[in-house]
Nanobody
Framework: QVQLVESGGGLVQAGGSLRLSCAASGRTFSNYAMGWFRQAPGKEREFVTFIRWSGGSTNYADSVKGRFTISRDNAKNTVYLQMNSLKPEDTAVYYC??????????????????WGQGTQVTVSS
């Protein structure tokens, strides 16, 4: 089992920045790929980004490329999501997830068996 706890969400004005953190405990964190997903009210959960266990491979949704950056610190069992130039459409509950997605499938939520409880991000216009 892997337990995940997100933090860092909040209310920010458009154009602002936030950094989300996801602290992991349980099984060896460094063995897992980590993903960030989000779900806005009335919408389906969507992929944001993921990072492989080594940190050497990342992928981003087109909607956040160039604005969001994922990173991980395996020594601290933590993955981060730096969000810059935030837009009102980024408003959502953000979830981190851990798993072993097959090559090319890091964007699929079903590839991650472990999920955090989510943290709310609200971007005002």
């Amino acid at each position: 089992q892997v337990q995940l706890v997100e933090s860092g969400g909040g209310l920010v004005q458009a154009g602002g920045s936030l950094r989300l953190s996801c602290a992991a405990s349980g099984r060896t964190f460094s063995n897992y790929a980590m993903g960030w997903f989000r779900q806005a009210p009335g919408k389906e959960r969507e992929f944001v980004t993921f990072i492989r266990w080594s940190g050497g491979s990342t992928n981003y949704a087109d909607s956040v490329k160039g604005r969001f950056t994922i990173s991980r610190d395996n020594a601290k069992n933590t993955v981060y999501l730096q969000m810059n130039s935030l837009k009102p459409e980024d408003t959502a509950v953000y979830y981190c997830a851990a798993g072993h997605p097959d090559y090319g499938l890091g964007y699929k939520g079903s590839a991650y068996p472990y999920w955090g409880q989510g943290t709310q991000v609200t971007v005002s216009s």
